[in-house]
């Protein structure tokens, strides 16, 4: 049964020396609240019954004993290996990986978007050091008058960066509207 684990007599016999230097019987109270598990369970891991694998894991990491794979029954160890090579048999190889971020909340949204697709590229030939640039600015600065569009501007440049693919794990946006004489918090 996938998730289900069982102790081995040797795993018990390790848990038992643990416990007993622990001074803790078989379903103490401890135990339990630290494993966040019910003195049933305690019971069943003690008759060698199967449990849940994360309870089966919690249980042996209170008592100290990190590598729980030496504890449970070996058998079950060829189970919990096929569940692994299925699970990251489904882990896309990093080239498949579409690399995104989440969109700050308080990015304005794009009103009135005129084409600027060159002005777009502009910026992310030089976000993206697509021509190589030795080495790609940290921050960009846009200066003009108020209205023209910086905020549209940058505002679509992000939400065109989010539907690439690109090296950026996340976003800040900062309007500086309204900051005097101290820099903004990032």
């Given at each position: 049964m996938a998730g289900l684990l069982r102790?081995?007599?040797?795993?018990?016999k390790i848990?038992?020396?643990?416990?007993?230097?622990?001074?803790?019987?078989?379903?103490?109270?401890t135990w339990c609240k630290a494993a966040l598990t019910s003195k049933a369970t305690l019971k069943?891991?003690?008759?060698?019954?199967?449990?849940?694998?994360?309870?089966?894991?919690?249980i042996c990491k209170v008592v100290?004993?990190?590598?729980?794979?030496?504890?449970?029954?070996?058998?079950?160890?060829?189970?919990?290996?096929?569940?692994?090579?299925?699970?990251?048999?489904?882990?896309?190889?990093?080239?498949?990986?579409?690399r995104?971020?989440?969109l700050p909340d308080n990015i304005p949204p794009v009103w009135n978007w005129l084409d600027r697709t060159s002005h777009l590229n502009t910026l992310k030939t030089l976000l993206l050091n697509t021509d190589n640039r030795i080495p790609p600015p940290n921050a960009i600065a846009l200066v003009g008058l108020p209205g023209i569009g910086k905020t549209?501007?940058?505002?679509?440049?992000?939400?065109?960066l989010q539907t690439e693919n690109n090296p950026?794990?996340?976003?800040?946006?900062q309007s500086l509207e309204f900051v005097k004489g101290k820099a903004p918090q990032f």
């Open positions: 102790a081995s007599e040797e795993g018990l848990i038992d020396i643990v416990r007993r230097n622990l001074e803790w019987n078989k379903t103490e109270d069943r891991f003690w008759a060698q019954n199967r449990i849940r694998r994360e309870t089966f894991i919690d100290g004993i990190n590598n729980w794979e030496d504890i449970i029954e070996r058998n079950d160890i060829k189970q919990t290996e096929l569940l692994l090579a299925a699970a990251i048999a489904d882990i896309a190889l990093d080239t498949e990986t579409d995104t971020f989440a549209t501007l940058i505002s679509q440049l992000i939400r065109q950026f794990v996340a976003v800040a946006w």
